[in-house]
């Protein structure tokens, strides 16, 4: 796993989102198009909005969502897709964006689609963060499978994840925090051919120890990047503050 440190948190997320660009582009020029897994949540601001400035031919990318809350309205200040939507949808104009959508009557029925439009398909990077408990994507350590047989599945959430949610501002309270989450697993984050995982903040310094240095254990969910073959950590000089070197 590479990993890069940053001053700050914009360096991070321009530096991040040229790298990403290359390999949108590469993909492009290669194959007439582009398959990309994007993230939500604070940690991406920076990365997202310098990536929504780079020349890419966004008519030719499609798009595919990493989680979203179970229930949660669409038109919900914290809902994903909403996020998404803002940040991506509005700015790039991408020629698809599958989102999970986790107000669907069946949740499990929405996972089985989504998980085969992604095999369907050749993704070309993925774009993650790493929660304050090590998760990637929803995958919170208690329920945390590095082999999971399912691609997408419904989750369940654990207390440090959802009161993240309330510190990131997205709730007011830990009780308005949805329980359950609809979210790609380890083994589909495994099988793309490029990671990047973007962690910047104090907030993520104990989490980046364990990916980093922790052993590589269901504990600390985001510990399985070392193992993958082109993993691309970006953290800045505050969630790198426990790193021993």
């Known amino acids: 796993m590479e990993i890069r ?11 991040a989102a040229r790298d990403a660009a ?13 398959y990309v897994i994007a993230a939500t949540g604070a940690s991406q601001f920076e990365f997202l909005d310098a990536l ?19 229930g949660l309205s ?6 994903f897709r909403r996020y998404l939507k803002e940040r991506v949808v509005s700015r790039v104009h991408p020629k698809t964006f599958h989102f ?11 996972c089985r689609r989504v998980g085969n439009l992604i095999a ?22 208690p329920f945390c499978d590095f082999a999971d047989p399912e691609a997408v599945k419904v989750v369940q959430l654990d207390d440090v994840c959802r009161q993240q949610q309330v510190n990131d501002g997205a709730f007011r309270t830990f ?21 990047f995982a973007i962690a910047p903040g104090p907030a993520k310094r104990q989490a980046i120890k364990l990916t980093v240095e922790g052993p590589v254990a ?18 800045d000089k505050d969630s790198a503050e426990l790193l021993s070197a």
């Open 5 to 15: 440190i940053f001053e700050t948190k914009l360096e991070l997320g321009k530096a």
């Open 22 to 34: 290359k390999i949108i582009n590469e993909a492009i020029n290669k194959r007439g198009g582009a």
């Open 52 to 70: 929504a400035q780079e020349e890419i031919d966004w008519s030719k990318v499609v798009f595919f969502h990493l989680d979203e809350y179970v």
């Open 74 to 79: 669409g038109s919900h200040p914290a809902s």
């Open 100 to 110: 999970l959508d986790g107000e669907a009557d069946d949740v499990h029925e929405e």
């Open 120 to 141: 369907q398909q050749t993704i070309d990077v993925a774009f993650v963060g790493i929660g304050e408990n090590g998760h990637l994507a929803f995958i919170d350590p």
């Open 175 to 195: 009780e308005e925090v949805p329980a359950n989450a609809l979210s790609l697993t380890i083994p589909t984050l495994m099988a793309v051919p490029k990671l």
């Open 218 to 235: 269901t504990t600390c969910p985001a510990s399985i990047l070392r193992r993958h073959r082109e993993a691309h950590l970006f953290i």
